[in-house]
Nanobody
């Protein structure tokens, strides 16, 4: 049974930075692509960044391109999201998961990111 534990969120002023972590267990981590998603109040969950199994290929939503960096450490079963130049519109609960899963699949508890203006 897969388990995903997100951490590293918090309250930060606009222009600041945060680094999110996601620890995975219960499956062979290196066999799965991974992604970070976010869900703001009243909005649907959206994919913001994804990374390939090996970590050599990444992709980003236009809204975060150039500001966020996704990475992974397969030896530690962990995926990261470095977020720089944060904006109030980045405020959301952030989740990690396989980019192919659906809303009815397993999701972790997420980590809250709040950016004040």
């Amino acid at each position: 049974q897969v388990q995903l534990v997100e951490s590293g969120g918090g309250l930060v002023q606009a222009g600041g930075s945060l680094r999110l972590s996601c620890a995975a267990s219960g499956r062979t981590f290196a066999s799965y692509p991974m992604a970070w998603f976010r869900q703001a109040p009243g909005k649907e969950r959206e994919l913001v960044a994804r990374i390939s199994r090996s970590g050599t290929s990444t992709a980003y939503a236009d809204s975060v391109k150039g500001r966020f960096t996704i990475s992974r450490d397969n030896a530690k079963n962990t995926v990261y999201l470095q977020m720089n130049s944060l904006k109030p519109e980045d405020t959301a609960v952030y989740y990690c998961n396989d980019p192919r899963v659906g809303a009815d699949d397993y999701w972790g508890q997420g980590t809250q990111v709040t950016v004040s203006s």
